[in-house]
């Protein structure tokens, strides 16, 4: 009888503790999972929206010529206007404003609440996520990540480095050394270049 009570009490315990156990494994797979399908999502949405945006600007500069930037890190929070006068629209200078087809998207496109950004590099004009973006690896732009003159961006975008994600790369050069070259300055209003 001894033996029996002891059997019941050990059951009266285990199956409770293995119960909850169990409970708790099931509540941590859906944690890593809910956190790799946000960073999977995070990951595709960044890569999309700046194919997105490289193709905006290439299509700004093919009907207006972009000249330059006015800074080092420019915020892409320009794209929705509609019309404006004068060479420059945001930080960007226009060659040929007047052929302005914006709006160019409803609404600026943002990653985490923060813009994405146009750097200027040694290597040229990149489109990168913005200043305080936490990337799919981890890191954040602007803390372990930073962009200056001397960063180089397309080695960073190379597979397994940071601006790389799921083969593709989070962030794309703007095209706008070769087309530079064919236009004649002295046609141009006069406007400062910011190299």
């Known amino acids: 009888m001894k033996r029996t009570y002891f059997k019941k009490n050990i059951l009266a315990y285990l ?3 293995l119960t909850a156990s169990f409970f708790l494994f099931l509540i941590g797979i859906s944690i890593f999972s809910v956190q790799y399908k946000t960073r999977q999502f995070s990951g595709d949405a960044m890569a999309s929206d700046i194919m997105q945006l490289a193709a905006i600007f ?3 500069h093919k009907d207006c010529t972009i000249l330059s930037f006015d ?3 420019n915020p892409i929070n320009f794209l929705n206007v509609k019309s404006f006068s ?4 945001g930080p960007m200078n226009l060659a040929h404003p007047e052929h302005w087809k914006g709006p160019y998207v409803q609404d600026n496109l943002a990653m985490q609440n923060k813009e994405y950004q146009i750097v200027r590099t040694d290597a040229g004009y990149f489109i990168v996520p913005g200043q305080g973006v936490k990337l799919p690896n981890g890191q954040i732009v602007g803390e372990e990540i930073h962009f200056d003159e001397q960063t180089d961006i397309p080695y960073m975008m190379l ?3 940071p601006l790389h994600f799921n083969d593709r790369p989070l962030a794309a050069q703007l095209k706008l050394q070769d087309m530079r070259a064919a236009i004649d300055l002295d046609d141009l209003p ?3 270049l910011g190299y």
């Open 15 to 17: 199956v409770p503790a």
């Open 58 to 60: 290439d299509n700004i």
């Open 71 to 73: 800074y080092q890190k």
């Open 86 to 89: 004068g060479s420059e629209v």
């Open 159 to 161: 597979k397994d480095r």
């Open 190 to 192: 006069d406007v400062q």
